[in-house]
T-cell receptor
Framework: EAQVTQNPRYLITVTGKKLTVTCSQN?????MSWYRQDPGLGLRQIYY???????DKGDVPEGYKVSRKEKRNFPLILESPSPNQTSLYFC?????????????FGNGTRLTVT | GDSVTQMEGPVTLSEEAFLTINCTYT??????LFWYVQYPGEGLQLLLK?????DKGSNKGFEATYRKETTSFHLEKGSVQVSDSAVYFC???????????FGQGTRLTINP
């Protein structure tokens, strides 16, 4: 089944403790992206990647890192999480960029930073 | 910068009622417009899209028309079902951009 898989689904952590949210897609998509969803703000893009070893900042990249060493994986790294990073995170992928082909979203990771 | 504004929710309707969810946008170029739907506990799914003025996107009984003169892309459905209960997001992609700009989402609840 074609899908975008995120792990974990739920994560509670403390301020400053490094964490990684994994994202994997099995559709051979070139484009991958991370969004965060906050009440009243919709979804905002954190980082995106057009292909392996190519990543770019989105609208809210501060406090996050990403890497794209393989086509299928696009992990989101929080080196020193803070409470303002408490949010619902979505990974998304598409065959080639945004708009040309539909974005496929994972089921989300709900992160709480205390 | 680009932005999308949706009508405030939540919206509660009875089954078979007519649905309209308003969406207006601001963009510097000529954007493509989208509606995404999010069911509980799931990621967003593309519902429909329109890529140029006067285009109508449609899917599963939902429709939206790209109105450049009013910078709007309102979502409509003639007869809603309980299974349509979800959060609906309007979004745009501006020319050359590699991101979607989302509205804040509208929660829709359909009562039997």
């Amino acid at each position: 089944e074609a899908q975008v898989t995120q792990n974990p689904r739920y994560l509670i952590t403390v301020t400053g403790k490094k964490l990684t949210v994994t994202c994997s897609q099995n559709m051979n998509h070139e484009y991958m992206s991370w969004y965060r969803q906050d009440p009243g703000l919709g979804l905002r893009q954190i980082y995106y990647s057009m292909n392996v070893e190519v990543t770019d900042k989105g609208d809210v990249p501060e406090g996050y890192k990403v890497s794209r060493k393989e086509k299928r994986n696009f992990p989101l790294i929080l080196e020193s999480p803070s409470p303002n990073q408490t949010s619902l995170y979505f990974c998304a992928s598409s065959l080639q960029g945004v708009g040309n082909s539909p974005l496929h979203f994972g089921n989300g990771t709900r992160l709480t930073v205390t | 910068g680009d932005s999308v504004t949706q009508m405030e929710g939540p919206v509660t309707l009875s089954e078979e009622a007519f649905l309209t969810i308003n969406c207006t946008y601001t963009a510097t170029g000529y954007p493509s417009l989208f509606w995404y739907v999010q069911y509980p506990g799931e990621g967003l799914q593309l519902l429909l899209k329109a890529t140029k003025a006067d285009d109508k996107g449609s899917n599963k009984g939902f429709e939206a028309t790209y109105r450049k003169e009013t910078t709007s892309f309102h979502l409509e459905k003639g007869s809603v079902q309980v299974s349509d209960s979800a959060v609906y997001f309007c979004a745009l992609k501006d020319q050359g951009a590699q991101k979607l700009v989302f509205g804040q989402g509208t929660r829709l609840t359909i009562n039997p």
